[in-house]
């Protein structure tokens, strides 16, 4: 009975805790979720690093491409020299040469790049659905990007999926905010960021009207604005992506 005594007190004292600090960390998710999404992304892309560092040390099939096409840009060789692979397009492998000769070798400083670029995404995503849907949905939307698998599998990777969609989230983002601040700058940024994109992945050249198109069919943050200032944001981003 004693026994029962003292054990009764400590499990109801040790649930009190639990729910104590389960009540702070839903309070710092509210107070921060930008923060809260970021290092859940964190966290989980880097272990990624950890656990497939062998696999992107022995990597093969397109990593061996683009690291052929980097060793290219390094040594000042014409692009594609090495592989006869000139239909590439050049900016990863430019990303790959950049990491090299900063840090030397070793490919998992290119994993760890990957994996904050792939972080800031799904904040990025998050900030992109609250501007569009509300905030408890929007964060939602970043928390999701967060832990979704394939996202943080392919983070590591010597491939150019993370920074694709990096570029591709950063120029939304900036489109829509261009809209609704009536700013003409952020506009042209978006479609510089998109034209990155491009130099990623040539296929989203295909979706470049579609892009620019945005600035006419979102709202503006104010109603009178004029038809030639909408015109200018659409020739803003053509001009930008075309550069």
């Given at each position: 009975?004693?026994?029962?005594?003292?054990?009764?007190?400590?499990?109801?004292?040790?649930?009190?805790?639990?729910?104590?600090?389960?009540?702070?960390?839903?309070?710092?998710?509210?107070?921060?979720?930008?923060?809260?999404?970021?290092?859940?992304?964190?966290?989980?892309?880097?272990?990624?690093?950890?656990?497939?560092?062998?696999?992107?040390?022995?990597?093969?099939?397109?990593?061996?491409?683009?690291?052929?096409?980097?060793?290219?840009?390094?040594?000042?060789?014409?692009?594609?020299?090495?592989?006869?692979?000139?239909?590439?397009?050049?900016?990863?492998?430019?990303?790959?040469?950049?990491?090299?000769?900063?840090?030397?070798?070793?490919?998992?400083?290119?994993?760890?790049?990957?994996?904050?670029?792939d972080?800031?995404?799904?904040?990025?995503?998050?900030?992109?659905?609250v501007?569009?849907?509300?905030?408890?949905?929007?964060?939602?939307?970043?928390?999701l990007?967060?832990?979704y698998?394939?996202?943080?599998?392919?983070?590591?990777?010597?491939?150019?999926?993370?920074?694709?969609?990096?570029?591709?989230?950063?120029?939304?983002?900036?489109?829509?905010?261009?809209?609704?601040?009536?700013?003409?700058?952020?506009?042209a940024?978006?479609?510089?960021?998109w034209?990155?994109?491009?130099?990623t992945?040539?296929?989203?050249?295909?979706?470049?009207?579609?892009?620019?198109?945005?600035?006419?069919?979102?709202?503006?943050?104010?109603?009178?604005v004029?038809?030639?200032?909408?015109?200018?944001?659409?020739?803003?981003v053509?001009?930008?992506?075309?550069a």
């Open positions: 009975g004693r026994r029962r005594w003292m054990v009764e007190p400590a499990a109801s004292l040790a649930g009190a805790n639990w729910r104590y600090a389960a009540g702070r960390l839903a309070l710092v998710m509210e107070r921060h979720p930008a923060w809260t999404v970021f290092l859940c992304a964190v966290i989980l892309r880097f272990a990624a690093v950890f656990a497939l560092r062998g696999y992107v040390d022995d990597a093969g099939g397109d990593a061996v491409r683009y690291l052929s096409l980097a060793r290219d840009i390094l040594m000042g060789r014409p692009y594609g020299a090495s592989s006869g692979d000139i239909a590439r397009v050049p900016l990863y492998p430019i990303f790959i040469a950049l990491h090299v000769s900063i840090f030397g070798a070793s490919l998992q400083w290119i994993s760890v790049t990957q994996a904050l670029l972080a800031i995404t799904a904040v990025m995503l998050g900030s992109l659905a501007s569009l849907s509300g905030r408890s949905l929007g964060w939602g939307v970043g928390a990007w967060a832990v698998p394939p996202a943080v599998l392919n983070s590591p990777l010597i491939f150019p999926y993370p920074l694709q969609v990096f570029w591709l989230t950063f120029a939304t983002l900036l489109m829509v905010r261009g809209v609704r601040r009536d700013s003409l700058w952020r506009l940024a978006a479609g510089a960021l034209g990155a994109a491009c130099l992945r040539a296929g989203y050249l295909l979706f470049v009207r579609v892009f620019a198109m945005l600035p006419l069919r979102l709202p503006w943050r104010n109603p009178l004029s038809r030639q200032r909408r015109v200018a944001g659409l020739l803003l053509l001009v930008a992506t075309a």
